[in-house]
């Protein structure tokens, strides 16, 4: 039987890997700046193989909207092209013979709001995992209690503990989200 601990560990872990997958999210969402990751791991078609952009390229931004990807194998540059145009990202592609100039418009209004519903969406999914995670943990701990592994006032140590938990992890969430919405308006 697991111990009220190693019970503990794990929602733990539980609520990293959704903090990491919700970084992961809105990191690739858009801000009124251009921001590499963006790119830097789209799929390109290499010597029979699918690696990623940032693998086969130099990526360096050369102003607020616009991306400068130099491949050191030149021959790949027509892959590169077809890969950034198969991605439909909304930008604009610009090939210069040694590298690949993607522009991306400035956004309007009515594109941060969209982003920002998008935003709203993820930061949902990541509070909903979360309340799962501590639902599931609350149960094993209701159980553990009924079956006399822990005592009554353990079980609701526990629950203030994992409630403590969770409000910090939600924090982290919304911390996060606020500083990608000033980003994505700004």
Avoid: C, H
Wanted: aromatic residues 8%.
């Amino acid at each position: 039987m697991e111990s009220i601990d190693s019970l503990f560990e794990k929602t733990k872990d539980s609520f990293e890997k959704t903090l990491e997958w919700f970084k992961g999210e809105i990191s690739s969402l858009r801000g009124s700046g251009v921001n590499i990751n963006f790119i830097e791991d789209i799929k390109i078609d290499y010597y029979n193989s699918k690696v990623s952009l940032k693998e086969i390229a130099s990526l360096s931004l050369l102003d607020s909207q616009t991306i400068s990807i130099e491949p050191w194998d030149k021959s790949s540059i027509p892959n590169i092209e077809k890969a950034l145009y198969q991605a439909d990202l909304g930008g604009g592609i610009k090939n210069e013979g040694t590298r690949i100039l993607f522009t991306f418009p400035v956004l309007t209004e009515e594109d941060k709001q969209k982003i920002i519903k998008i935003l709203k969406r993820k930061t949902e999914s990541a509070r909903i995992s979360l309340r799962r995670s501590r639902d599931e943990t609350w149960k094993k701990i209701q159980q553990m209690a009924r079956e006399g592994e822990i005592s009554e006032d353990e079980k609701f140590k526990r629950r203030d503990d994992l409630d403590k938990l969770i409000d910090q992890f939600e924090e982290k969430i919304e911390d996060l989200e606020k500083r990608k919405e000033k980003e994505i308006l700004s």
